[in-house]
């Protein structure tokens, strides 16, 4: 198994542009997170989806957007790129937390800056 | 609401110096979950606990959960250059969300 997989690993963008970055899971998980982390801090939890075509808000949602069309993909969303959202993006992923607690599993990251 | 305090933020050992970071809570939690972020890595799960009480050992580190179930501790022994990193316990519960908070930045000076 992969595990969680982002691409890209970095990206630059400039102001007003947009992206999608992009998480995959290969363990049929059902809980996934997106987190940023900024320099010298924990994560802040963006937006999370417990199953395919179910998603909701997290702590810091704003200028962020995301679907789940199928249980392996949840992909993120930025639409007019600003230089707040300069960070370090997490995905991650957890079995069913009755089972496993809500053990989360982390991709590597994506850096992404905005100039 | 329910917060977790992990203490200290920052820690700075010479290698070979024991370590110890503690997690807090205003109130009793369910389990507890540690991870290790490495500098410039993502955060890896290391342990859960559920029990009150419980102690576990993975080779030099050495996690307790409070009786009260409300504080928990990570303690490495003899640290080393491997063992730099942020180690984190967020914040669970009976949802399947964990917060984070800035967990405890730990530097070992070989």
């Known amino acids: 198994n992969a595990g969680v997989t982002q691409t890209p690993k970095f990206r630059i963008l400039k102001i007003g542009q947009s992206m999608t970055l992009q998480c995959a899971q290969d363990m049929n998980h059902n809980y996934m997170y997106w987190y940023r982390q900024d320099p010298g801090m924990g994560l802040k939890l963006i937006y999370y989806?417990?199953?395919?075509?179910?998603?909701d808000k997290g702590e810091v949602p704003n200028g962020y957007n995301v679907s789940r069309s199928t249980t392996e993909d949840f992909p993120l969303r930025l639409e007019l790129a600003a230089p707040s959202q300069t960070s370090v993006y997490f995905c991650?992923?957890?079995?069913?937390?009755?089972?496993?607690?809500?053990?989360?599993?982390f991709g590597a990251g994506t850096r992404l800056s905005v100039l | 609401g329910q917060q977790v305090m992990q203490i200290p933020q920052y820690q700075h050992v010479q290698e070979g110096e024991d370590f110890t970071t503690y997690c807090n809570s205003s109130t009793t939690l369910s389990n507890i979950q540690w991870y290790k972020q490495r500098p410039g890595g993502h955060p890896v799960f290391l342990i859960q606990l559920v029990k009150s009480g419980e102690v576990k050992k993975q080779k030099r580190l050495t996690f307790q959960f409070g009786e009260a179930k409300k504080n928990s501790s990570l303690h490495i022994t003899a640290t080393q250059t491997t063992d730099v990193g942020t180690y984190f316990c967020p914040l669970g519960g009976s949802n399947y969300k964990l917060t984070f908070g800035k967990g405890t930045l730990l530097t070992v000076n070989p």
């Open positions: 991650a992923s957890s079995p069913d937390f009755l089972l496993a607690k809500n053990i989360q599993y």
């Open positions: 989806s417990v199953g395919a075509g179910i998603t």
